[in-house]
């Protein structure tokens, strides 16, 4: 008995177990029982059919929903692929293709293709390839490509098939699916890298593709004949035959030019494997992708060594005479050009010089222009030989020679290299079996002093080289009359001077120094002069610096310190009370290392104590001495001499340049004393020294005291050493004896 | 531990007179009722002037379980005398919806104690989340506390459920039972035996446990859809498609949802839990032999290691779509709970709006169209 209706009964009060009959009232319960049972149970039928038919229903739905959704997803698919896709069963029937916007690229339209055989649509030739591949791709269930052209719509096209065996049957046949892509492009692409590379080899240019990091990715063999690194050396490398051509610095601009401007192009010279040096002409572009990024550059470089040979060898002949080798008018105009642009730049002057040989025509015409040019090539040897290396020769017509030089200090230095030029053709010229004395004419100009323009420079010295022509030949002249005199009296006083001091033509005055307090004696200064015979006395300002340039100084001064030592004993033996004498030192003699011997030996040979000897420097003298120069003072002073500085005050020393120097004496130049009682700012500038002594310990002595006034104010301001006319002028050594000797008598000196 | 359960029923009175020996401070009366109170209302009251020194418990059902049978409008009762075991009633009524986790959070702080054993709630049917109810329970209690239970219940018409305790019925209250001390054992398992129906849609607009679309269409319009001319039965005859819900991790078990009512301008349906907006529902529906061997299953869910002979209450509290759906057969699955378990096993329980019991977890949740079962006995 189903439980429901044994629970049921038992509902109702019956036992299903028992043999009793339900009562009227049971019975009637039972049965409303039993019928909500069967309605219960109808409306579950109901709602379970229900349920399931909707759920049913709604799964179709679903299905339906799901299935429009996934073609329409695999349609999308298929149309975004830039391919053509065909469905084929095993026959070769089309069934479906998709290529939406792409029917330019079909063969036929698709509503002819679709349903047909490959012989209905395509040539044979070609309908039997795709059977031929469609049979292969089933039998052996693998993808088959095949690469075909076609001619459609758009044009002859490439194709590139891959037929692919599918799961999928229609009607029962097996089917493939075929993708058909358009490869045109990339077979184009195909043939012009064909094309390149074969270029690439062919050319003569070395090619290089470095990627954006500098590593060579490839190389032609022209590169390898040009650099000697072979493709395998070079390939994954930094290109190495750039590190041979330029300097770090030079390939890291060379490098951001590339980068910023995108190309560069220029001449290097870089090193071969074998080590040969070779001209390079290189040219680098950056390629770019379409952002704009560089991707790779491209380098071509050519060898044009024997093109820069030949230019150089041009350039050679375009610029030298070809008889001497020297430089041409064209070469010497430039080279002026330049000097002058130098010499503007440093300010400092420069000469030219115009160098005509004399009578030359004469040897030309005479015994033929071979010896003519033979003189003229040894004309030009000698020159070469005695101009410095810095100087410019050249050759720029017939017998005319130039020279340029620069960094003179004064004019007269040019008349020294004339005087040189000219020397050189004091020795006969072997030519042709003779000795020809040849002489030469020379003119100058000077820069800027003359003009700072080529024509205006040359036009002075050839005129120049006239005048001399004028004056007699073998001499030279220049431009500016003033300097060609003060060039010759030069030469004439530096002559007189030599001789001078032969002739014991100088002589030594002393002005006597005093002290203001005690009117004592207490030294004197050695003045050199010269008694020239004709010339009568000579100033020193006009022969002392013709000595220090041509180097007389040093004998002369050797003489000075000789003579004034030898007086400075002297006096001892008159009977004078000692002081000390002071002998003035030139800056060229405090430069040579022989000085502290000299002043040693003569000290010696003399007997003079050191004490007794003062060396006077000039102000501007120790500003540009040497080195050296500071130890001489030292181990001067060690043999007991003082050093004073002369004319202190002139100069622009420093407090810390006058502690350098082991000094003793400040002599206030004269030109202060001078004005001292009418200039407020020399009276300033006596003061300032004599308070500069007397912090650094130096004694002051004022020169050229000339008036009462100047005596008074040196005085008032505590300068108690002087010398100057207002005691005495400078004086033979006699009278300064004679002076004291006076003085001994009358007992004493009356104080100024 | 001395167990004795009666039923009254109007008219014909209790079916024995309850032993009021058995009051004592140790003493629980557990009943479930009639909705109409009226028609209980005298037997309350006099098991209140018996047992005055007992705690007492109850509420509205929708069908009453009595050993192994249903009856409707009548009065069930267990009345519990423990040795040891101590007991504690907490309750507050809900003023609103939105207060249910709040509620839940402090009644059962209100319990939680050292010996604290279980936790058995009572819940008004209608105004309550029962979701965020058991959030705030679970939120206050330390995990090894069983927390089982039921919301009270309106027969099919979701009209009007009441609580019942110490002297008050209301249709706001919420109940806890605190049990406590080292004997007392409490036994739980929950099964449904519910089949899947049709494909699984998506929550796609929903506030709580108010549920307006699936899949972008009104829910409401599913559910007439699959109910056919039984759509007028509305909003019982909804139980006999509950829900299957899994979130969108899909983390936890599946949870099954069941209609309370639904709002015909709104185009809605309020569930006895929430159904949150982005989660996954499937229908779900009925087969009679599984949800009979779903209650049969919930007994082998209970752990009875613990248990040595003597007296065991099981309270069933079953959903009142089983009921709906079983019909003249509901009876059946009380039948098979109770077939399962010890001999000397007395059942009471009711069908209710939602089912409270942990899950595999050991947490609980809020569970519907389930056979719910509760077992306590105390250790001699």
């Given at each position: 008995?189903?439980?429901?209706l ?76 830039p ?5 084929q069963?095993a ?17 036929r339209?698709e ?22 591949l ?37 009607g029962?046949?097996s ?13 184009q692409?195909?043939?012009?890298q ?209 020279l ?18 000219l ?14 004395e ?12 003359d ?61 006597p120094?005093?002290?203001?307090n ?18 009568g006395l ?5 022969f ?10 040093e ?12 007086q ?19 800056r060229?003699?405090l ?149 004291e ?12 | ?18 032993d ?5 401070p140790?003493?629980?009366?557990l ?46 009762v ?46 008004e ?7 965020q109810?058991?959030e ?68 796609t607009?929903?506030?709580d ?34 829900l ?41 529906r ?20 613990r ?65 719910t079962?509760?077992?306590i006995?105390?250790?001699?």
């Amino acid at each position: 008995m189903h439980r429901l209706l044994r629970r049921q009964l038992k509902k109702i009060g019956l036992d299903p177990a028992s043999d009793l009959t339900p009562t009227q009232d049971q019975w009637r319960e039972l049965l409303s029982h039993i019928n909500r049972a069967y309605g219960q149970s109808d409306q579950d039928r109901y709602t379970l059919e229900r349920s399931l038919t909707t759920s049913s229903d709604e799964m179709h739905e679903l299905y339906q929903r799901l299935k429009d959704s996934t073609e329409a997803r695999l349609g999308a698919i298929a149309n975004a692929l830039p391919d053509l896709l065909f469905l084929q069963d095993a026959q070769g029937i089309y069934h479906e293709i998709f290529s939406e916007a792409r029917d330019e690229k079909l063969f036929r339209p698709e509503n002819e293709i679709i349903n047909k055989h490959p012989k209905e649509i395509f040539p044979p030739q070609i309908a039997d390839t795709f059977m031929a591949l469609l049979h292969k791709a089933l039998d052996t269930q693998e993808v088959q490509i095949l690469e075909y052209e076609l001619d459609v719509p758009a044009g002859r096209r490439w194709f590139e098939a891959r037929m692919t065996p599918t799961k999928l049957r229609l009607g029962g046949e097996s089917t493939v699916i075929t993708m058909a892509r358009d490869i045109t492009d990339r077979k184009q692409a195909e043939v012009r890298q064909r094309l390149a590379s074969t270029v690439f080899e062919a050319v003569t240019e070395g090619m290089v593709i470095l990627d954006k990091d500098h590593q060579i990715v490839f190389v032609n063999s022209a590169f390898t004949y040009i650099t000697g690194h072979s493709e395998a050396e070079a390939v994954g490398e930094e290109p190495r035959f750039l590190k041979n051509s330029a300097s770090e610095e030079k390939l890291r601009i060379i490098w951001s030019i590339v980068d910023t401007k995108g190309s560069w192009r220029g001449e290097l010279q870089s090193r071969r494997t074998n080590g040969l040096a070779y001209h390079l002409w290189l040219s680098i572009n950056a390629v770019k992708d379409s952002n704009e990024r560089i991707t790779h550059y491209a380098l071509v470089l050519s060898d044009i060594s024997e093109l820069k040979h030949s230019q150089d060898e041009l350039e050679y002949i375009a610029t030298h005479d070809p008889l001497t080798h020297l430089p041409n008018r064209a070469l010497f105009h430039e080279q002026l050009e330049q000097a002058i642009h130098r010499s503007k730049r440093v300010n400092r002057r420069g000469a030219v010089f115009f160098l005509d040989l004399d009578r030359f025509k004469n040897i030309n015409d005479t015994l033929g222009h071979h010896v003519g040019d033979d003189l003229l090539f040894q004309v030009a040897e000698r020159l070469r030989q005695t101009a410095r290396e810095e100087d410019m020769i050249a050759r720029i017509g017939g017998d005319e020679f130039t020279l340029v030089i620069e960094n003179l200090q004064r004019a007269e230095d040019a008349a020294k290299v004339a005087k040189n030029l000219l020397k050189t053709f004091s020795a006969p010229f072997p030519l042709n079996g003779y000795e020809l004395e040849i002489s030469a004419s020379i003119g100058i100009s000077i820069f800027p002093d003359d003009g700072d323009e080529i024509s205006q420079l040359t036009k002075q010295a050839d005129s120049a080289m006239y005048s001399a022509k004028e004056q007699g030949r073998n001499t030279f002249r220049f431009f500016t009359q003033k300097l060609t005199d003060t060039a010759f009296e030069f030469f004439d006083l530096e002559i007189s001077l030599r001789r001078a001091l032969e002739l014991n033509q100088l002589f030594l005055l002393y002005q006597p120094q005093y002290n203001l307090n005690s009117g004592e004696l207490i030294g004197a200064e050695a003045l050199i002069r010269w008694n020239h015979p004709g010339m009568g006395l000579v100033s020193p300002d006009r022969f002392i610096p013709i000595a220090e340039v041509s180097g007389l100084i040093e004998p002369i001064g050797e003489w000075v310190l000789q003579t004034a030592a030898t007086q400075a004993i002297q006096w001892d033996k008159a009977g004078l009370k000692p002081f000390p004498v002071s002998v003035n030192l030139s800056r060229r003699q405090l430069n040579n290392p022989g000085l502290v011997d000299m002043v040693s030996r003569i000290l010696e040979t003399t007997g003079l104590p050191g004490e007794r000897l003062e060396l006077e420097i000039t102000e501007s003298a120790l500003l540009e001495t040497e080195e050296q120069a500071c130890s001489s003072l030292e181990k001067l002073r060690a043999l007991g001499c003082s050093i004073a500085i002369d004319d202190f005050g002139t100069g622009y020393s420093s407090l810390a340049n006058l502690k350098l120097f082991p000094l003793d004496r400040l002599k206030i130049d004269k030109s202060f004393v001078h004005d001292v009682t009418k200039d407020p700012n020399d009276e300033a500038i006596i003061r300032a020294t004599i308070a500069l002594g007397n912090s650094l310990q130096l004694s002051v002595i004022a020169e050229g005291v000339e008036t009462e006034a100047q005596r008074d104010f040196l005085l008032k301001e505590g300068c108690r050493e002087v010398q100057g006319f207002l005691f005495s002028q400078p004086v033979e050594a006699k009278r300064i004896e004679e002076m004291e000797r006076r003085l001994k008598v009358k007992g004493g000196r009356a104080i100024w | 531990m001395e167990l004795e359960t009666y039923r009254f029923t109007p008219g014909n009175g209790w079916d024995r007179e309850p032993d009021h020996n058995l009051d004592s401070p140790n003493t629980l009366v557990l009943f479930f009722g009639a909705p109409d109170y009226s028609l209980i209302e005298d037997a309350v009251s006099w098991l209140e002037g018996h047992f005055a020194q007992g705690v007492m418990l109850g509420c509205s059902s929708a069908g009453e379980i009595f050993g192994d049978e249903l009856s409707l409008d009548c009065l069930v009762v267990a009345v519990l005398r423990f040795r040891e075991t101590r007991l504690r009633v907490a309750c507050t009524e809900l003023a609103q919806t939105g207060d249910s986790s709040r509620v839940g959070h402090q009644i059962s702080s209100e319990l939680l104690d050292n010996d604290l054993q279980g936790i058995l709630i009572l819940s008004e049917g209608l105004g309550v989340n029962g979701s965020q109810l058991i959030e705030g329970i679970n939120s206050a209690l330390p995990k090894h506390i069983t927390v089982t239970g039921g919301l009270a219940g309106d027969d099919d018409r979701f009209e009007r459920t009441w609580v019942w305790h110490d002297g008050l019925h209301s249709t706001k209250l919420i109940c806890a039972l605190g049990l406590y001390g080292s004997k007392i054992s409490i036994g739980y398992g929950s099964k449904g035996g519910w089949d899947l129906l049709g494909h699984e849609r998506e929550v796609t607009r929903s506030v709580d446990n108010i549920l307006y679309e699936l899949d972008g269409q009104p829910a409401l319009d599913i559910y007439k859809r699959y109910l056919g001319e039984r759509a007028s039965g509305l909003p019982a005859t909804g139980l006999l498609f509950p829900l299957s819900m899994r979130d969108q991790e899909n983390t936890d078990d599946p949870k099954v949802r069941t209609i309370l009512a639904v709002d015909e301008t709104e185009q809605s349906i309020t569930f006895a839990g929430d159904i949150p907006q982005g989660s996954f529902v499937r229908l779900m529906r009925a087969n009679f032999d599984r949800l009979i061997d779903g209650a049969a299953t919930a007994v082998e869910e209970i752990n009875l290691s613990r248990y040595h002979g003597g007296p065991v209450l099981c309270i069933a509290i079953s959903c009142v779509g089983r009921r709906l759906v079983l019909g003249e057969r509901t009876e059946e699955e009380i039948e098979a709970t109770l077939e399962g378990l010890p001999e000397e096993t007395r059942q009471i329980g009711f069908y209710s709006y939602g089912e409270l019991s942990p899950l595999s977890s050991g947490r609980c949740d809020l569970h519907n169209q389930t056979m719910t079962l509760t077992l306590i006995w105390e250790d001699e």
